[in-house]
């Protein structure tokens, strides 16, 4: 099994950055791609950006994409995503969400692929 904490969300203003965390705790997390996914109030959670079980590849939903970065660290068992240049419309819950297929070879974006979530941190953009 795997468990995910995530952490590194506060209220921060429209152009500012942040850098969240997602901690995980069981063997298999350096063999499963993980992706950070992100809920807003009134909307169902989507997407935001994965990276590979390797780190060697990344894939990010276009409205972030020149902006986050997501990456990992298999040693500390961490995954990242650096945002910068952060809008208003960036606010949400930010939920990081593990491949449910160990070392799979293509980077999925469906929810559904992904298991063992986090409580989420919250981010808030102010205008």
């Known amino acids: 099994q795997v468990r995910l904490v995530e952490s590194g969300g506060k209220l921060v203003q429209a152009g500012g950055s942040l850098r969240l965390s997602c901690a995980a705790s069981?063997?298999?997390?350096?063999?499963?791609?993980m992706g950070w996914f992100r809920q807003a109030p009134g909307k169902e959670r989507e997407f935001v950006a994965a990276?590979?079980?390797?780190?060697?590849?990344?894939y990010y939903v276009d409205s972030v994409k020149g902006r986050f970065t997501i990456s990992r660290d298999n040693a500390k068992k961490t995954v990242y995503l650096q945002m910068n240049s952060l809008k208003p419309e960036d606010t949400a819950a930010y939920y990081c969400?593990?491949?449910?297929?160990?070392?799979?070879?293509?980077?999925?974006?469906?929810?559904?692929?992904?298991?063992?979530w986090g409580q989420g941190t919250q981010v808030t953009v102010s205008s």
């Open positions: 069981g063997r298999t997390f350096s063999n499963n791609a």
């Open positions: 969400g593990a491949d449910l297929v160990n070392r799979r070879t293509v980077i999925i974006t469906r929810i559904t692929e992904y298991g063992y």
């Open positions: 990276i590979s079980w390797t780190g060697s590849s990344t």
